[in-house]
């Protein structure tokens, strides 16, 4: 079945460290975006990706990073330098960026204590 | 630049219908789309309104006024699973010509028996 993977669903990490959150899709899409989902705040965008080795900045894309070597994978590494990591992280894929309609993986909970 | 506005919450009984309403500015207009999310699962795409007037799909319809920058999602036949949060989500035409999903703060809907 074609859909798009995050893993893991939880994630707990001690503050200072950095750590990689993965995305899979097999939906042969070609962008991919990385959203924040805090309490009371809906979706905010971090990155994004057209295309293979190309991605650019969202709202608030201070102290993550990502990287687009696949058109599969889209992961995304919350720094050291993000300030308040604890959120639930959403990847999600579209056919283009001019689509309608974008697919979601399931999430992951990091929690940085 | 962009801003959705929709209520936090609403609260209804099950048979009954609900309608949850989302205002919208944005620099370009390019569709108003509605997303179901379940308490920590994945949003998943319901409809999209490019033109004015009523799309209907099953229990579900969204509307959409251009002229007013206002749609609505329309639920009717509550049901206690319909208890979900609810995003309308615009494109935002970036500096770089692309169109990215940008969504709303959700609604959170209350089915109640």
């Known amino acids: 079945d074609g859909g798009i993977t995050q893993s893991p669903k939880y994630l707990f990490r001690k503050e200072g460290q950095n750590v990689t959150l993965s995305c899979e899709q097999n939906l042969n899409h070609d962008a991919m975006y990385w959203y924040r989902q805090d309490p009371g705040q809906g979706l905010r965008l971090i990155y994004y990706s057209q295309i293979v080795n190309d991605f650019q900045k969202g709202d608030i894309a201070e102290g993550y990073s990502v990287s687009r070597e696949k058109k599969e994978s889209f992961p995304l590494t919350v720094t050291s330098a993000q300030k308040n990591p604890t959120a639930f992280y959403l990847c999600?894929?579209?056919?283009?960026?001019?689509?309608?309609?974008?697919?979601f993986g399931q999430g992951t909970r990091l929690t940085v204590v | 630049g962009q801003s959705l506005e929709q209520p936090s919450e609403v609260t209804a009984v099950e048979g009954a219908i609900v309608q949850i309403n989302c205002t919208y500015q944005t620099s370009g207009f390019y569709g108003l789309s509605w997303y179901q999310q379940h308490d920590g699962g994945a949003p998943t795409f319901l409809s999209y309104?490019?033109?004015?007037g009523l799309e209907e799909t099953g229990r579900f319809s969204s509307f959409l006024s251009r002229s007013d920058s206002y749609g609505y999602l329309l639920l009717q036949e509550l049901q206690m699973k319909d208890s979900a949060s609810y995003f309308c989500a615009v494109r935002d035409p970036s500096s770089g010509g692309s169109y990215i999903p940008t969504f709303g703060r959700g609604t959170s809907l209350i089915v109640h028996p």
């Open positions: 999600a894929s579209s056919i283009d960026l001019g689509n309608t309609e974008a697919f």
């Open positions: 309104n490019a033109l004015d």
